[in-house]
């Protein structure tokens, strides 16, 4: 059962941090072509001087607001991560002992062929972390 809840909450923040993605890329690709915009009027002579300071200064204060929110979404999708993979090696693990455990009990060709790649799928991810945690 705690595997189901665990699996629900990755999913909701992943739901949650790709939103947040999507909505902070569509503000900053909107107000960026607003910002073009005007500064396309000011170079025709629509706009006066003040007005450009004010394009300029919006598209600084998105330059920061994104740059925040990236690092913001980053922080989020690293935590979703972590937790993905450790549920999944929660789960390769308990896939690898059961398969074991049943080869052990039938004694089956296909039950041990099973077990061994249930082990060698947990090794594998295993390892993958390994390299990934000294990457960071």
Do not use: C, P, W
């Amino acid at each position: 059962m705690y595997f189901i809840a665990m699996t629900d909450i990755v999913a909701a923040q992943l739901i949650n941090a790709a939103i947040t993605m999507l909505g902070t890329i569509l503000t900053g690709v909107l107000t960026y072509l607003m910002a073009r915009l005007k500064l396309q009027q000011e170079n025709q002579g629509i706009i006066a001087a003040d007005q450009r300071k004010e394009a300029a200064k919006e598209v600084k204060e998105v330059k920061e607001t994104l740059a925040v929110n990236g690092e913001t979404t980053a922080k989020k999708l690293d935590t979703i991560h972590t937790l993905v993979n450790g549920n999944m090696g929660v789960q390769l693990q308990l896939n690898m002992t059961v398969t074991r455990r049943l080869a052990q009990v039938t004694n089956d060709a296909i039950d041990i062929e099973a077990a061994n790649l249930a082990e060698e799928m947990f090794r594998k991810h295993q390892a993958t972390e390994v390299k990934s945690l000294t990457k960071n």
